[in-house]
């Protein structure tokens, strides 16, 4: 049954090079062009390209990688291609896919394909979006998928898991609430799969479902809480900023980056008006998360988080941590900070961070990355420094934290590399790497001094 017990999480690899959907070339068999264009707009609800597409790939064609502890599944080709791809699904063993997690064949899908939230979609809106799948042009590209180690790799022990995880069903709508609440409802609880990367997991990879929307990890990630908590959720934000967010990327208390950088510019920021409002509305009416007993940093971290502060994050957000609204994010009361797990601040120190574009916020900002320059106490420092500090409380980061991130990061398969492999580990300032402005064996220490670019010892 443990065997059986495996959630693939959402892929940790580099976004994908692909930032539009291709547009419906024809109709599939027994499909107008009226439901192909619907399943084009429900392939973005869904962020379907972002999966199922690796760097410089024909979009759709599959093979990006999904990284969870129990090994690796490569995302499957959606184009309709007859032997690599989905070419010979039909309505009905598509739906089923969706509905059920069995394939063509009969056999199990990994929740990697996360069948556990598609469950919910209408046969309508399935139906649709094999229509546009299929009107894609068919990309021959042979997908090892199945990388799990042994008995993960055995698709017929997922019963077990759905047996545990799994509640099958079409979204029935709550006639207690209102036709823009359902609606945001079926998106994020179906397409979006929201729950997919923002609800914790137990050590079975099921969904904890006591805590959903509270924050995940996943990988090298962990997705924020998204309740209404005032502190770590986005309780504070207000409707309008939310929507502001899933339309732009980015407001005056956030910006996003990493995998949700993908989810805005693919998914949310191509929805209608209607669609991003109702997920507003569903959102805000969750159940805020708990405030918990939160640990309290050390006097001597919080000074040398300072010193780091000042020297290398000030000239960005700002000496009082209020950031450039909608261009550098504020660290001040920001809720990204005070997540319980500071795993995707830490990566964003080390690996740096960018906004992808949208069309309404076409500026793309970015966040150098510090692995070369800082060392794992420097980096736990002032990630627990801008935790605790401008009305932000957190728990305190250690340097065994900031250690197995930047070790998990280094050795990531080549397909998700955060960074070049020349600035994977921390570099002495005496010999700059290439991601930093000094000339390579020159002592940076000497920048702005009549000694500058003078050779390193």
């Not at 042009?137 to 090892?144: I, K, Q, R, S, T």
């Not at 209102?178 to 994020?188: D, H, K």
């Amino acid at each position: 049954m443990a065997a059986a017990s495996l959630l693939a999480l959402r892929a940790a690899g580099q976004p994908s090079g692909t930032a539009n959907q291709p547009p419906p070339t024809a109709s599939a068999a027994g499909a107008d062009l009226q439901q192909v264009v619907r399943g084009r707009y429900l392939a973005a609800a869904g962020d379907c390209v972002a999966c199922h597409t690796v760097p410089r790939a024909a979009p759709f064609s599959g093979g990006r990688p999904v990284e969870t502890p129990f090994g690796v599944v490569l995302s499957a080709n959606l184009t309709p291609d007859p032997v690599t791809g989905i070419g010979r699904y039909d309505n009905d063993t598509f739906y089923r896919a969706l509905h059920e997690g069995i394939d063509r064949k009969g056999d199990h899908l990994y929740p990697a394909f996360p069948y556990p939230y598609y469950t919910r979609v209408t046969r309508e809106d399935s139906d649709a979006l094999l229509a546009y799948l299929r009107s894609l042009p068919p990309v021959n590209h042979a997908v090892d998928r199945n990388q799990l180690h042994f008995p993960f790799n055995i698709r017929a022990l997922m019963a077990g898991w759905n047996l545990l995880f799994f509640d099958k069903g079409t979204y029935q709508p709550d006639k207690a609430q209102s036709a823009e609440w359902n609606r945001g409802a079926y998106l994020v609880e179906g397409l979006g799969h929201c729950q997919a990367c923002h609800t914790p997991r137990n050590r079975l990879g099921g969904p904890e479902k006591d805590e959903a929307f509270r924050g995940g990890r996943f990988a090298d990630w962990f997705a924020p809480d998204i309740t209404p908590n005032r502190r770590a959720g986005i309780g504070a934000w207000g409707r309008e900023a939310v929507i502001e967010f899933l339309r732009t990327g980015r407001n005056v208390h956030s910006g996003a980056a990493g995998e949700m950088s993908e989810v805005v510019s693919f998914s949310t920021s191509r929805m209608t008006d209607a669609d991003v409002n109702a997920v507003a509305t569903y959102l805000g009416s969750l159940r805020p998360s708990p405030v918990g007993i939160i640990p309290v940093a050390s006097n001597a971290q919080m000074a040398q988080g300072e010193a780091v502060w000042k020297d290398n994050c000030a000239a960005c957000h700002r000496e009082d941590a209020k950031g450039v609204p909608r261009a550098l994010p504020p660290i001040a009361a920001s809720a990204n900070l005070q997540q319980r797990d500071p795993t995707t601040v830490l990566h964003y120190i080390l690996a740096g961070a960018r906004h992808r574009p949208t069309d309404a916020a076409p500026t793309g900002f970015a966040m150098p990355p510090f692995a070369w320059k800082l060392d794992d106490a420097e980096i736990a420092a002032v990630a627990t420094y801008a935790r605790n500090s401008w009305d932000n409380q957190a728990s305190p980061v250690t340097t065994g934290q900031v250690a197995d991130l930047r070790n998990r990061m280094a050795n990531a398969p080549a397909a998700s590399q955060p960074w070049p492999p020349e600035v994977k580990p921390a570099h002495d300032l005496k010999r700059p790497g290439s991601a930093t402005w000094s000339t390579a064996d020159t002592d940076s220490r000497d920048n702005g001094t009549p000694r500058a670019g003078s050779p390193a010892q």
